[in-house]
């Protein structure tokens, strides 16, 4: 069965410095991967993805993400944090074939906060 | 840009009390989801369809049931609210088939006293 373990639940970072989230997945299958973002009392928005193309996924906002196989990790990162990505972020996995909406598994989610 | 519409955003309710929670979208995307939220857990499906008439239960589907009987409603109905359904619930629906890429609805946040 799949999971997927957000390692970090708060992360506080200045702005301008870098971001690092991190998430550990569990997949029987070649996984799809994904990591959404939550702002306050929004729903939640696609940020990038990962589909056993490039291993390297540029997403919305500068956000990227690295899938890699043998540390079982796709971990979140941005150069330079900014006062507008302070929200909470979701990383969640699919193993079905083509990463079937009826099988996404979501993580606990992490809070980034952004000090001036 | 797919539009998702929740009705209501808030609701206040009593114990044992029937709720019924609508989410519209302006499109004729197939699939539609229900999923709530709390603090700590992330988000956990409830029910999904993928198609008029067409539902399947999701992770957390006990005591909730779904209609699907036009393309773009989805309705989520709690038949005898509890406290432990206190929750923000998001519709959502799948912009592409089977590519786990969903759009989000705002939520409707839901107390049952």
């Known amino acids: 069965a799949q999971s997927v373990t957000q390692l970090d639940s708060h992360v506080s970072v200045s702005e301008g410095t870098p971001v690092l989230l991190r998430c550990n997945y569990s997949?029987?299958?070649?996984?799809?991967l994904f990591w959404y973002v939550q702002h306050p009392n929004k729903g939640l928005q696609l940020l990038l993805k990962y589909t056993s193309a490039a291993t390297l996924v540029k997403g919305i906002n500068g956000f990227e993400a690295e899938f890699k196989k043998s540390e079982t990790s796709f971990h979140l990162t941005k150069p330079s944090a900014h006062m507008s990505d302070a929200a909470e972020y979701f990383c969640?996995?699919?193993?079905?074939?083509?990463?079937?909406?009826?099988?996404?598994?979501f993580g606990k989610g992490t809070k980034l906060s952004v000090k001036p | 840009d797919a539009g998702i519409t929740q009705s209501p955003r808030h609701k206040v309710t009593e114990t044992g009390t029937p709720v019924t929670l609508r989410c519209h979208q302006t499109?004729?995307?197939?699939?539609m989801y229900w999923y709530r939220q709390d603090p700590g857990h992330g988000l956990r499906l409830i029910h999904y369809?993928?198609?008029?008439?067409?539902?399947d239960k999701g992770e957390v589907s006990d005591g909730y049931s779904v209609s699907r009987s036009k393309t773009e409603d989805f309705l989520l109905t709690l038949e005898s609210a509890t406290s432990s359904q206190t929750s923000v619930y998001f519709c959502a629906i799948g912009l592409y088939a089977n590519t786990g890429e969903l759009f989000f609805g705002e939520g409707s946040r839901l107390t049952v006293l």
């Open positions: 969640v996995v699919s193993d079905s074939p083509g990463g079937s909406q009826g099988n996404l598994i």
């Open positions: 499109e004729n995307h197939r699939y």
């Open positions: 997949s029987s299958y070649s996984p799809s």
């Open positions: 369809s993928y198609g008029v008439k067409d539902t």
